[in-house]
């Protein structure tokens, strides 16, 4: 009979324990819902990518000197380089180019090492299509200009983590000229100027005295 109480006891015991535990997770729970969710509503909202974001590739037919240097860095030798020699000229000639970004990883090496610049990263991201084909892209379309999140008058465009004020990590209702945490490169710029002038300065100083 002992064993039987003292079983119901333990039971009792750890029922009011769990309920406890329980009554806790909820108070978090509900606390949560108080608060205003930090969710960016796509396609309204868009977070603005960031500056060395890896996005849709873009191509300036006329800087191209077709080198093929894209088709060598490239993991998978992916951009299709269509010259002829011009004898004329003695000089290659760009017929056609072309990158499928269905296959493409977005690495950016063929940006990274393209003697000529022609090649650069966009913020663009969307690029899905029905048909595997439309990805392949020609120089016509790789040479569009990049669709931009925020001259797009149906989106509203929100900072992304880094680019929030200190101490913001929500990209809701941030107030007017509100500032990036850290220092903008042309800040650093200025301070390594201001540096090199002391340092100037007190050379000339020194060797006056
Ligand atoms: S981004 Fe990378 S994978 Fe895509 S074409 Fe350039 S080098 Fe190739
Ligand atoms: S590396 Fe640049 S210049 Fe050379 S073929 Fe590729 S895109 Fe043209």
């Given at each position: 009979m002992l064993k039987f109480l003292k079983q119901v006891g333990d039971y009792a015991k750890d029922s009011f324990q769990a309920a406890k535990f329980i009554g806790q997770g909820l108070a978090v729970?509900?606390?949560?819902?108080?608060?205003?969710?930090?969710?960016?509503?796509?396609?309204?909202?868009?977070?603005?990518?960031?500056?060395?974001y890896r996005g849709r590739i873009h191509f300036e037919f006329?800087?191209?000197?077709?080198?093929?240097?894209?088709?060598?860095?490239?993991?998978i030798n992916l951009p299709v380089v269509d010259w002829e020699f011009n004898k004329e000229q003695k000089k290659k000639k760009l017929n056609h180019y072309s990158i499928d970004f269905g296959v493409c990883i977005f690495c950016g090496n063929c940006?990274?090492?393209?003697?000529?610049?022609?090649?650069?990263?966009t913020e663009e991201y969307e690029l899905?299509?029905?048909?595997?084909?439309?990805?392949?892209?020609?120089s016509v379309a790789l040479g569009r200009l990049p669709e931009k999140v925020t001259l797009d008058?149906?989106?509203?465009?929100?900072?992304?983590?880094?680019?929030?004020?200190?101490?913001?990590?929500?990209?809701?209702d941030l107030p007017k000229g509100s500032q990036r945490a850290g220092r903008h490169p042309e800040?650093?710029?200025e301070e390594l100027e201001q540096e090199k002038a002391q340092r100037e300065k007190a050379s000339a100083d020194s060797e006056k005295n």
């Open positions: 729970t509900f606390d949560h819902m108080g608060r205003r969710p930090v969710t960016v509503q796509y396609p309204y909202e868009k977070l603005i990518p960031s500056e060395r006329d800087k191209c000197i077709s080198c093929e240097v894209c088709v060598r860095v490239c993991p940006v990274e090492y393209c003697p000529t610049n022609c090649l650069s990263m899905s299509a029905y048909d595997r084909h439309e990805l392949n892209y020609d008058p149906m989106v509203q465009p929100m900072r992304e983590l880094a680019y929030l004020p200190k101490g913001v990590t929500d990209p809701h800040d650093i710029l």
